[in-house]
T-cell receptor, first 111, second 112 residues
Framework: RKEVEQDPGPFNVPEGATVAFNCTYS??????FFWYRQDCRKEPKLLMS?????NEDGRFTAQLNRASQYISLLIRDSKLSDSATYLCVVVNAGNNRKLIWGLGTSLAVNP | EPEVTQTPSHQVTQMGQEVILRCVPI?????FYWYRQILGQKVEFLVS????????KSEIFDDQFSVERPDGSNFTLKIRSTKLEDSAMYFC??????????FGPGTRLTVT
C-alpha cells in the first residue's frame, strides 16, 4: 500500500460546484496532515493544515478520520482560480518531520 | 510576507558537470529541506537539515549529493556529477518548527 494515496482525477467541475477530495495514508503513527496546492510548474503552496476536529478556511473544509486513516478536502462554490493540483501531505513521527506526499488530485473548474 | 527564494530559476548543464543550487530560507526558520519533482511525477523528499547537520536523507540522496549552509542565510544543494535522470525541479523549503513547510519557487535543472 502506498504511504499516501489520492485519486489523481482529473476532476472537471463547473464554477460554483462543490467538490471533495479524499486521501488515505498507511502509517497509523502519522502526526500531522496538510493540504498543499500546486499550480502547473510552480512550487507547492500550503493551503491548510488538517486538525483532528476538522477545520474550515473560507470555502475550504478539511477533515481527518484517524480511525480510517483518511483526510478529506471540500471546496465549496468553486472558482476558476481553484484549478490546480491538490496534494495531500502526511508528516510522520520523528524529529525532522519528513513530509510524505501524495501524487495529487487534479482539479479543473470550468466556466 | 517573508518567502523562500531560490537561484537560479533555470540551470542547464552537461552530464557529468557539477551544479550548485542555492536557496535563501525564511530568516527565522531553523529547518531546511530539499525536494525534487520530475516532470509529471510527485514531489520527492531528498534531505532535511537542522542545527548544521543532515537530520534525514532519502535513498535518492546518494554520494553525488551534498548540502551546505555556508553562512547564516544560504542553503545549497550540490550535485557532483550530474546525470540525465537528475533533470527535475528542485524545491527548497524551510520551517520554523518541524511542521508546516514553505517552499521556494524552485530551480528547474536540465541535464543534457
Amino acid at each position: 500500500r502506498k504511504e499516501v494515496e489520492q485519486d489523481p482525477g482529473p476532476f472537471n467541475v463547473p464554477e460554483g460546484a462543490t467538490v471533495a477530495f479524499n486521501c488515505t495514508y498507511s502509517n497509523s503513527a502519522s502526526q500531522s496532515f496538510f493540504w498543499y496546492r500546486q499550480d502547473c510548474r510552480k512550487e507547492p503552496k500550503l493551503l491548510m493544515s488538517v486538525y483532528s476536529s476538522g477545520n474550515e478556511d473560507g470555502r475550504f473544509t478539511a477533515q481527518l478520520n484517524r480511525a480510517s486513516q483518511y483526510i478529506s478536502l471540500l471546496i465549496r462554490d468553486s472558482k476558476l482560480s481553484d484549478s490546480a493540483t491538490y496534494l495531500c501531505v502526511v508528516v510522520n513521527a520523528g524529529n525532522n518531520r519528513k513530509l510524505i506526499w501524495g501524487l495529487g488530485t487534479s482539479l479543473a473548474v470550468n466556466p | 510576507e517573508p518567502e523562500v527564494t531560490q537561484t537560479p530559476s533555470h540551470q542547464v548543464t552537461q552530464m557529468g558537470q557539477e551544479v550548485i543550487l542555492r536557496c535563501v530560507p525564511i530568516s527565522n526558520h531553523l529547518y531546511f529541506y530539499w525536494y525534487r519533482q520530475i516532470l509529471g511525477q510527485k514531489v520527492e523528499f531528498l534531505v532535511s537539515f537542522y542545527n548544521n547537520e543532515i537530520s534525514e536523507k532519502s535513498e535518492i540522496f546518494d554520494d553525488q549529493f551534498s548540502v551546505e549552509r555556508p553562512d547564516g542565510s544560504n542553503f545549497t544543494l550540490k550535485i557532483r556529477s550530474t546525470k540525465l535522470e537528475d533533470s527535475a525541479m528542485y524545491f527548497c523549503a524551510s520551517s520554523s518548527a518541524p511542521s508546516e513547510q514553505y517552499f521556494g519557487p524552485g530551480t528547474r535543472l536540465t541535464v543534457t
